[in-house]
Each structure stands twice: as C-alpha cells, then as structure tokens.
C-alpha cells in the first residue's frame, strides 16, 4: 500500500507544531562535522559548493547519499550536520550540495535556485554515477530540496532508475500554490519572515552586480515569499510570473509518474507548508510510499529529551534507502 503508519511519536515536551520545528532548529545539538569541501563548475558557467563527510575508511563501492537542504539552507544546517553523521556512522559516503548562491559561495550568474531545477539534479546525479559506478545511489531531500527530487523523478520517469535506487522527500512542498497559503497565517508569519530577510539581502546584492535585473523600487516592498517569487525568483529564472512558477514547480502532479522507490515523510501538523493538500494513494504512484504522522512540524521531527535530537529523519532515510 503507498499509505503506511508512521513509526513517529513526538516526546513529551514537544507539544505542537511550533515546538516540534522551532526547537530542532535552534536548541538541538547538532554533531560535528568535519567536511572536505568541493568547488564543481555547472554546465552553464557557474559555481557551487559541495560538502563530503568524511569517508576515507569507506570501499569504492560503498553506498552514496545525496543531501538536498531547504529554502536558504546549506551543508551547516542542523538536519544536513545529523544526516552526514548518520552517514558515517553507517557505512555510507554522504555529500551537501549547496544551492547556487548557498553555503557561503556566491554564485556567478543572474540565475538562481528554484524549487525544481530537473537538468541540476540529472548533471549532479549523472556525475556521482560516473565517479562511482560499482556504488547505490541514494537521494534525501528537506522541503525545497525534497520538492526538487520529486519533480525531478515524476518528470524523469523510467529514467531516474539509471541514477538513483531511493529517495526520500521530507517536508515537501508538493502544491506550491495552496501549501505556502500557511506562511501567512498567525504564527507561522514568523517562519515567512525568517526566509525573507536573508532572501532580501541576497536580491539587494544581485541587483548590486547585475544592474537591472530586476526592478529596484519592486524589491523594497518585498514582505512575503508570494511576492519575492513573483518579482525575483520568477523573473530571474524564466518564468513569467510567481503563478507560473508555483504552478510549473508543484511536485503532486508528477508523483503518479515516478518509478523509483520513495518514501514521501510528511507532519500533517507542518506550520509552513501545512497537511490538508497532502497526496492520497490514487495520486501517486506504486513505488511511492507515502508516510504521514500526526506530529513532526517542518523537519522537525524531534526525539528524546529535551531539547531533542535530530537522530529521527536521518536513521529512518537510511534505514529505508539501505533496503533498495
């Protein structure tokens, strides 16, 4: 069946959503991770960052997992730290790509990430194929990195077998259209204005060295992730508006289409992205495996005491990516 029981129970202190993706994120201690640093040219002439952990004692032929973080996320956020950890710690050569213009490398062109860049993630897979043929594959992606990998896969179809053996998606945006409808409700307005800040800060200094490339007087009334979309992230990557965007890079469409196994990892409690659009088993595909939980905010997913690890959602992607 795609639908199965999530193993997940929040702990006792962790009352609501808020709680269950607030104090993850802030007080939990992540593990130290001592990364070896690559800088890869992109096709087009451009830079990224990618951070490995530490794999040394690792054969040829061990086990890969690509990392893909969330919105304005990089190798040094918390989940990204504790999966590398996991990796380690488990036999698997594990990697962070840094989005263009993330992990503390800008990047060299206007372009910037989107919330489903398919020819990125067919160069980056294809090339970690290439460099480990004898090895698995493996994908794990948070919000806007889990989106990516499954537009990538409903679009990619049949083929995404060639690159990959498993994916798992956390947190995804899949509808972007009715999903962010939550940012701008109550509390989670908070969340909306953590993303902006650092979002407005990159634009002023995009348009600092790409004069023009969009409108100066539009980015200062810039509030909302609705509206930055529409006036930067759209138009700096070639779609017409923030609705054609949202539209074009919505994964729930596509789910139907994917032929790899995949494990979908989603709180119907999410204060970001919400629960109420989620995907049913007639929307997706046989090779989906849709688990829901009652609790876990936004890539929260805290277990034990106080203010909790960040242990849950990397051991329970390896756990599943190591069965395929």
């Known amino acids: 069946m795609p639908i199965v029981k999530s193993p997940y129970k929040a702990p006792f202190w962790a009352i609501g959503p808020h709680i269950q993706t607030v104090i993850p994120a802030e007080l939990a201690k992540p593990p130290k991770v001592d990364y070896r640093r690559e800088i890869w040219d992109t096709p087009d002439g451009d830079v990224v960052a990618v951070d490995w952990a530490p794999s040394e004692h690792l054969p040829e032929n061990a ?16 989940y990204a730290l504790a999966t590398m950890d996991a990796c380690v710690k488990r036999g698997v050569r594990g990697l962070v790509f840094n989005y263009r213009s993330c992990g503390g490398l800008d990047n060299k062109k206007v372009r910037s990430y989107t919330a489903a860049d398919d020819a990125e993630w067919d ?40 690159l990959v053996n498993a994916v798992v998606a956390v947190s995804a945006p899949m509808d972007l259209v009715d999903g962010f409808k939550r940012l ?20 002023f200094e995009k348009l600092r060295r790409f004069p023009g490339c969009f409108d100066d007087s539009e980015l200062h009334s810039i ?46 409690n999410d204060p970001i992205v919400g629960g109420d659009w989620v995907p049913t088993a007639d929307e997706v595909s046989e090779d989906v495996v849709l688990e829901y939980s009652k609790d876990g905010g936004h890539c929260g997913f805290p277990i034990g005491r ?10 329970r992607t390896l756990d599943f990516c190591l069965q395929h």
């Open 63 to 78: 086990p890969v997992l690509l990392h893909l973080h969330g919105l304005e996320g990089s190798s040094h956020s918390k």
């Open 123 to 162: 160069w980056v897979l294809q090339k970690l194929k290439t460099q480990y043929p004898n090895s698995k594959i493996y994908a794990f992606g948070v919000s806007l990195g889990a989106n990516n990998l499954l537009h990538w896969l409903g679009t990619r179809k049949e083929k995404a077998r060639e």
């Open 184 to 203: 701008h409700q109550g509390f989670s307005r908070l969340y909306e204005l953590n993303f902006i800040f650092p979002l407005r800060k990159k634009a």
């Open 223 to 268: 509030w909302s992730m609705e509206k930055y979309d529409d006036v930067i992230t759209a138009r700096i990557n070639n779609f017409k508006n923030g609705h054609e965007y949202y539209q074009y890079c919505s994964s729930k469409p596509l789910l139907k289409y994917i032929r790899v196994p995949t494990l979908v990892i989603h709180a119907l």
């Open 306 to 315: 106080f203010p909790g690890s960040l242990g849950y959602l990397p051991s």
